[in-house]
């Protein structure tokens, strides 16, 4: 067999890569029936509706740190002390006493509250935990401690009770199922075995 043979013999082993086509697996866009995964996260794809909610609630948290931010100020100014918020005005205690620093700890306390409780429920909602919607309408409340505060923390409220309600819809139920779906299939911790014998078997001595 000539040069001209062997070659062709190889060609027809290897396979003409000029002419043979490569099988690939397609893209995988998702995981598991009915679950859209999205190509830039790896994770259940984001819904629309659950991030309007988010945004509502984020927008409220928003709101009272505008609110404390401007408490702030006003008190640290003795001119404004008596009415920068509602609760020293019910108060009614004079500047600097010890009674007026338990009033600026409960203003710190109230303003905190009113900025984590709302965002949390945000942030967990983007994650797809469904508890978030108690944390939603826990939220409302925590917000409507704004009658403690100074007008700019009303604006808390109505956006804190949309977001609340926006995570109770049908997209935003059909969002959860999905990472409950995708959670469910990670992987189990491997059991870890307490009793593990070394060397030869009794059988096999």
Same mark, same amino acid.
Request: aromatic share 10%; net charge neutral.
């Given at each position: 067999?000539?040069?001209?043979?062997?070659? @062709? #013999?190889?060609?027809?082993?290897? /396979?003409?890569?000029?002419?043979?086509?490569? =099988?690939?697996?397609?893209?995988?866009?998702?995981?598991?029936?009915?679950?859209?995964? %999205?190509?830039?996260?790896?994770?259940?794809?984001?819904?629309?509706?659950? +991030?309007? /909610?988010?945004? &509502? =609630?984020?927008?409220?948290?928003?709101?009272?740190?505008?609110?404390?931010?401007?408490?702030?100020?006003?008190?640290? !100014?003795?001119?404004?002390?008596? !009415?920068?918020?509602?609760?020293? +005005?019910?108060?009614?205690?004079?500047? /600097?006493? $010890?009674?007026?620093?338990?009033?600026?700890?409960?203003? #710190? =306390?109230?303003? @905190? +509250?009113?900025?984590?409780?709302?965002?949390?429920?945000?942030?967990? @909602? $983007?994650?797809?935990?469904?508890?978030?919607?108690?944390?939603?309408?826990?939220?409302?409340?925590? %917000?409507?401690? @704004?009658? &403690?505060?100074?007008?700019?923390? $009303?604006?808390?409220?109505?956006?804190?009770?949309?977001?609340?309600?926006? =995570? $109770?819809?049908?997209?935003?139920?059909?969002?959860?199922? !999905?990472?409950?779906? &995708?959670?469910? /299939?990670?992987?189990?911790?491997?059991?870890?075995?307490?009793?593990?014998?070394?060397?030869?078997?009794? !059988? &096999?001595?």
């Amino acid at each position: 067999m000539g040069s001209d043979g062997l070659q @062709a #013999a190889a060609s027809a082993l290897a /396979g003409d890569p000029a002419s043979d086509e490569i =099988l690939t697996l397609p893209p995988l866009d998702e995981l598991a029936p009915g679950i859209p995964i %999205s190509g830039t996260t790896g994770q259940p794809r984001r819904g629309k509706v659950m +991030a309007v /909610g988010m945004g &509502f =609630l984020y927008a409220s948290a928003i709101g009272a740190v505008m609110s404390l931010a401007t408490a702030w100020w006003d008190t640290i !100014h003795v001119a404004t002390w008596p !009415h920068s918020i509602r609760l020293y +005005a019910l108060a009614n205690v004079p500047p /600097g006493s $010890w009674q007026s620093v338990l009033l600026v700890i409960a203003m #710190a =306390l109230i303003g @905190a +509250a009113m900025v984590t409780v709302p965002a949390i429920a945000g942030f967990n @909602a $983007w994650n797809g935990h469904r508890w978030s919607r108690i944390v939603g309408i826990v939220a409302v409340p925590i %917000s409507g401690l @704004a009658w &403690f505060m100074n007008p700019i923390a $009303w604006v808390g409220v109505p956006l804190a009770a949309i977001g609340a309600a926006i =995570l $109770w819809t049908r997209p935003v139920t059909r969002y959860y199922g !999905h990472w409950e779906q &995708f959670r469910a /299939g990670e992987p189990r911790r491997p059991v870890e075995y307490t009793q593990v014998v070394y060397g030869p078997l009794s !059988h &096999f001595p």
